[in-house]
């Protein structure tokens, strides 16, 4: 058993002195590291460029490409903004909806009666008192709900 390990570290001793790095490996990563160090440098161009700064030396061809670019580039940002906002507006008609739901329940729950009737109007609709609910009040306040009809004119009102 001791022999067949001496031999298997003998073995990959000898192979690893055999296959040094070879240098046509290394000359082939430092090229491809000098390519990708000059492909760097032109994406950070670029990107100045997007950016309205080095421009300089552009020449006019140069100049309406990028202008071609940056339109494109608007173009595709407004088209996602209009998407959001139609997702946005739909999810809160879902949510108005829900919320029409709800507040008719609620009204039917304590005996109250919307005004205005039907739905489809964006309309804020106000929440009248049943008749026996509307007779009492103990406390007076500025807010008024109710019929324009049943409403005192104050001296400074017009």
């Known amino acids: ?21 070879s240098e046509h490996n290394m000359q082939q990563l430092k ?18 460029k997007l950016l309205g700064e ?14 071609q670019q940056l339109e494109r580039s608007v173009t595709t940002i407004r088209a996602r903004k209009m998407q959001v906002y139609k997702q946005q507006i739909e999810h809160l008609k879902e949510k108005e909806k829900a919320l029409a739901a709800e507040n008719a329940m609620l009204c039917e729950k304590f005996g109250l009666q919307t005004r205005g009737g ?34 005192h004119k104050r001296p400074y009102q017009k």
Request: proline share 6%; charged share 30%.
């Open 1 to 21: 058993m001791h022999e067949t390990i001496e031999r298997y570290q003998k073995y990959t001793k000898d192979s690893q002195a055999n296959n040094p790095p």
């Open 31 to 48: 090229h491809e590291a000098a390519s990708m160090i000059k492909k760097i440098e032109l994406l950070e161009t670029s990107k100045r």
């Open 118 to 151: 039907g739905g489809g109007s964006n309309e804020e609709r106000a929440v009248v008192p049943s008749a026996e609910i509307s007779e009492v009040s103990d406390v007076e306040t500025e807010l008024f709900i109710g019929l324009p009809e049943t409403r």
């Open 54 to 67: 080095g421009l300089g030396p552009c020449t006019i061809e140069e100049l309406q490409q990028l202008e």
